[in-house]
T-cell receptor, first 113, second 117 residues
Framework: AQSVSQHNHHVILSEAASLELGCNYSYGGTVNLFWYVQYPGQHLQLLLKYFSGDPLVKGIKGFEAEFIKSKFSFNLRKPSVQWSDTAEYFCAVEENYGQNFVFGPGTRLSVLP | DAGVIQSPRHEVTEMGQEVTLRCKPISGHDYLFWYRQTMMRGLELLIYFNNNVPIDDSGMPEDRFSAKMPNASFSTLKIQPSEPRDSAVYFC???????????????FGPGTRLTVL
């Protein structure tokens, strides 16, 4: 069965620090990749997604993610975080043309003002 | 579109009572998912439907949980009898799968926060 791992359970940063959240998956075939964000007390919202083409994907609020097929990774990055980025971040992977949609365990990001 | 609609937003009940959570997916979406989120276990997929048919219910924790989708615009998740350990936020999500890639993201509802006393 496919699995998704996220390297860090909880990340604490100061404002303006750079962010990189790791995501790795186990499926060897073609995949669709997603990052979702869940702000405190809210539901999950899509940050960005990769389906094909340029492996560097830009999303909302200055986030980007890079798909590295050889490493089965889809890491999320932001050059300078803000206090409002405090949230939980979920990586998700879907097998292409299927609905085997698997979420990672999530990484909680706390940005200190 | 109003997005995925869930009701109620909050539910407080006593142990042993029946609880029914409701979800209306986005119109035209053919997949519907039920998730449970807790601090201890994170986000867990309970069950999902395709064209109103349950496809995978392996995440349903036990027989006290049941889910139905009588039509394309409505689904319920029922817990009977409820227990304190069922306290969690339950999310419903929907998606549309087509032959062309790029349309399979899941859209989440606001969730139902269930507290079982």
């Amino acid at each position: 069965a496919q699995s998704v791992s996220q390297h860090n359970h909880h990340v604490i940063l100061s404002e303006a620090a750079s962010l990189e959240l790791g995501c790795n998956y186990s499926y060897g075939g073609t995949v669709n990749l997603f990052w979702y964000v869940q702000y405190p007390g809210q539901h999950l919202q899509l940050l960005l997604k990769y389906f094909s083409g340029d492996p560097l994907v830009k999303g909302i609020k200055g986030f980007e993610a890079e798909f590295i097929k050889s490493k089965f990774s889809f890491n999320l990055r932001k050059p300078s975080v803000q206090w409002s980025d405090t949230a939980e971040y979920f990586c998700a992977v879907e097998e292409n043309y299927g609905q085997n949609f698997v979420f990672g365990p999530g990484t909680r990001l706390s940005v200190l003002p | 579109d109003a997005g995925v609609i869930q009701s109620p937003r909050h539910e407080v009940t006593e142990m042993g009572q029946e609880v029914t959570l409701r979800c209306k997916p986005i119109s035209g979406h053919d997949y519907l998912f039920w998730y449970r989120q807790t601090m201890m276990r994170g986000l867990e997929l309970l069950i999902y439907f395709n064209n109103n048919v349950p496809i995978d219910d392996s995440g349903m924790p036990e027989d006290r949980f049941s889910a139905k989708m009588p039509n394309a615009s409505f689904s319920t998740l029922k817990i009977q009898p409820s227990e304190p350990r069922d306290s969690a936020v339950y999310f419903c999500a929907s998606s549309s799968t087509r032959r062309v890639r790029g349309t399979n993201e899941q859209f989440f509802g606001p969730g139902t926060r269930l507290t079982v006393l």
